[in-house]
């Protein structure tokens, strides 16, 4: 669902931009709060890897694909805020060396695939897991029904956005059908990508998946004919859990997802760009300011070998998303440990 320029015009544009930068500053201000010692490290991590997932389109319906957008799977991962600042650094590495989004476009993808999926998606999720009983399960299947249903969100705001400011003259209803109908699609090649990498998390490191703490239920024994809470066993310290075979797996994982795996996915248009071209969005569609950047359409540039120039375009898109995330969440863990040291302690 990356937006080129040219779809929406300059006002909506720069409204959108707008909204993106607030909620990017609201969300690094939050993701102080998010980022503690298991977070953290894998922030940047979860970053890349949605970076790798979104290389790998599914086919979808006839001449249609879709791809991971990674809202959800952010969020529950590892939390809101972070999870927002983690599909912003992927969509502005995208946009700035692969070409995919418009960058005048910047502030319509934030907003979109960044603000609005993970918003919906954490809500829904946080709703779901309030009811169903407090088990592992439980959390893969919230993960699932918030994924599917962030998609259609993000699809339905396109189409508002697109009323708004749209370029072309194109019935809305018709946008709007078809935006949601495939999408709807879409969103359950999503639900199944988040609820199995969230599942496998779970399995293996249940205290990294930030939406799964508090899950454990208090045990209870029966006193005098009643009830009472059995105190909680004193937990390992988190610095004691190493995070290095997870990151390094995870890592892993990315590079080969991106530089081995994105070979065999559907070349199909996505679904926003299928409906673009059905329904004549395109037609004022302008060229990339970045067309001519050596990693351009995924691939790179006077490596003819197309398996080839394609994998070591995601590899290296891997390798800088992770980097330019961690930094990101190294600096905001860093300002939550000022804040909170004793110096400042003392002061308050």
Known sequence: MHVPDGFIDAPISVATGAVAAAAVAVSLRGARR?????????AGLVAAFIFAVQMLNFPVAAGTSGHLLGGALAAILVGP???????????LMQGILFADGGLTALGVNITDMAI???VVAYAVFRGLVKVLPRKRRSITVASFVAALLSVPAAALAFTFLYWLGGTTDVSIGKVATAM???HVLIGIGEAAITALTVGAVIAVRPDLVYGARGLQ?????????????VPAAEPAPVAARS??????????????????????????PDGLEKVAADKGI????????NADSPLADYGVTDVEDARLSGGLAGVIGVGVTVVAGSTVFWAVRRRRTNDVSPTAVENV
Request: charged share 20%.
């Open 116 to 118: 609005v999926t993970t």
């Open 81 to 91: 805020c972070t999870g927002v600042l983690c599909i912003s650094v992927v969509l």
């Open 217 to 229: 239920q208090k045990l209870k024994l029966r006193v005098n004919g009643e009830l009472v809470d």
């Open 180 to 182: 949601i109908g495939v």
């Open 243 to 268: 995070h290095r075979k997870v990151w390094i797996a995870g890592l892993v994982t990315s590079l080969l997802l991106a530089g081995f795996a994105s070979f065999y996915a559907s070349a199909d």
């Open 282 to 289: 395109d037609a004022k569609a302008e060229e990339h300011a």
């Open 34 to 42: 998010e980022l503690d010692e298991r977070t953290a490290p894998l």
